[in-house]
């Protein structure tokens, strides 16, 4: 709130005398030049606004395939399942496999706050139980966005078939 005043002073100050003698004091008053003045003005702006984007899921995923080639099957389809929703699908789920494999040190907020932290101790594991979680979430089960559209359309749920059980019943006539 202080710098929103302060901010608010600022402008009146520069409206009052113009943006050269307030540049000029505040040089005279930090013994710089006008100019001195000036830049740090702007490269300020520039770093407020120099905001760089977050890198996606994938790009993470990336960066520790070129440290352990070996991995880059099994973490990708992780990745890809993770940003489906697929595999952990809820905060809970990425906080408690976390736990689990020893990598928690805070809760993250979100999922896509939890996504680097996931991804570089997924990264750590050994290929044999990245390949095991990797076939877990590629079991036929319905993650939420398919049961929530189930339940719109109300279309029932697929039955399980038996494994001698034929696909579909044969048509008379």
């Known amino acids: ?3 929103q005043f302060l901010q608010l ?6 409206l009052r005398y113009g943006r050269q003698r307030v540049l000029q004091a505040l040089a005279q008053l930090g013994e710089q030049t006008p100019e001195e003045v000036a830049e740090q003005l702007r490269a300020a702006e520039t770093k407020r606004k120099a905001k760089r984007p977050k890198p996606s899921v994938m790009d993470l995923v990336e960066v520790e395939c070129r440290e352990h080639p070996e991995i880059a099957e099994p973490l990708r389809t992780l990745a ?5 929703r697929t595999f952990l699908p809820h905060l809970r ?4 496999l976390l736990e689990r494999i020893g990598s928690a040190r805070s809760k993250p907020r979100s999922r896509d706050a939890a ?3 996931l991804v570089r101790a997924l990264a750590g594991l050994a290929r044999e139980d990245l390949l095991r979680l990797a076939a877990e979430n590629s079991t036929p089960g319905e993650s939420d ?3 929530l559209a189930r339940a719109i359309m109300r279309v029932p749920a697929p039955k399980p078939r038996g494994i001698d059980e034929p696909r579909e019943k044969p048509a008379d006539g």
């Open 80 to 84: 890809v399942g993770f940003q489906n």
């Open 9 to 14: 002073e600022l402008r009146l100050l520069i």
């Open 145 to 147: 966005y398919s049961l």
């Open 1 to 3: 709130m202080s710098d």
């Open 93 to 96: 789920d990425v906080q408690r």
């Open 115 to 117: 996504a680097p932290v």
